[in-house]
């Protein structure tokens, strides 16, 4: 079964946010990336029909400020951490207790702060997100701040014309995103070293711009590494990365965290 149609859930501040489901089977949570949409990450590349063709059913929230979701204004309804605050609503509102949980770049990122906090999922998919941003996310997203502060100034095929060309096509909303920045949280090697959720590191092989997933996997008990075609925008609209969620998630029983 397939269903497009916005299922619609509260944020623990209240926030209306939105969420897609499809398939049927053992419940998996993806979290798409930052600027993008559930749709856009896992929909449009055929990622949640290949995980659900393998029985699983997958909920792809749209994080607040992106896509469907409310996009407000008001720096209260940013405080750090906030994103993973939703994830756990969600498991709330879904009423998950035995389900696997992922996420590519932000969601990524998302994930590991969920984990942090005492999710339980059986396994974790982090995708587009090496060890370096993780531990220390200030700084890693200023170029995101210049392009959403002055729009149309940047020179063709820098990463911010390109942050900002790919925001034009999903019609985000640049007051609501630059807010979303402010909700980072460092996560420390030591907590890493302390999450026992069997984790899948997932990353392009030619992804410079987000830290080395080998030393993200190497800094998880049971974190595993594997390498994708692409860089950080190719490599999530390559099939293999769907494919690999997938053989990740069906490699054996799934073994509680």
């Known amino acids: 079964m397939t269903d497009f149609s916005v299922r619609w859930f509260r944020g623990r501040d209240g926030t209306r946010l939105a969420c897609r489901e499809m398939g049927e089977g053992r419940p998996l949570v993806l979290i798409h990336g930052y600027l993008s949409t559930a749709v856009v990450n896992w929909v449009r590349y055929g990622h949640a029909a290949a995980i659900t063709a393998r029985g699983f059913r997958v909920l792809m929230p749209d994080l607040r400020g992106h896509g469907d979701s409310a996009a407000p204004h008001d720096p209260g309804a940013y405080p750090r951490d906030v994103l993973a605050d939703d ?23 998302t994930v590991i702060r969920m984990l942090a906090r005492g999710a339980k999922p059986a396994r974790a998919v982090v995708a587009g997100m090496g060890l370096e ?15 959403l502060t002055s729009p149309g100034a940047f020179e063709r095929g820098s990463p911010e014309w390109r942050a900002e060309a790919f925001l034009r096509t ?12 402010d909700t980072a949280v460092d996560t420390p090697l030591e907590t890493l070293a302390r999450i026992q959720t069997p984790t899948l590191v997932l990353m392009g092989a030619e992804d410079d711009d987000h830290g080395s997933a080998e030393k993200l996997a190497a800094a998880l008990p049971t974190g595993r590494h594997v390498a994708v075609p692409g860089n950080h925008m190719s490599a999530i609209a390559n099939s293999e990365l769907g494919a690999a969620i997938a053989d990740f998630l069906c490699d054996g029983p799934a073994s509680a965290a």
Do not use: K, N, W
């Not at 941003?133 to 392009?147: E, N, Q, Y």
């Not at 999903?170 to 920045?181: H, I, K, M, T, Y």
């Open 87 to 109: 994830g756990f609503a969600l498991i709330e509102e879904f009423q998950l207790t035995d389900y696997d949980l992922g996420g590519y770049s932000l969601g990524g990122r």
């Open 133 to 147: 941003p993780i531990v220390s996310t200030a700084g890693r997203d200023d170029h995101f701040r210049r392009m």
């Open 170 to 181: 999903v019609g985000g909303d640049p007051a609501a995103l630059l807010r979303v920045l």
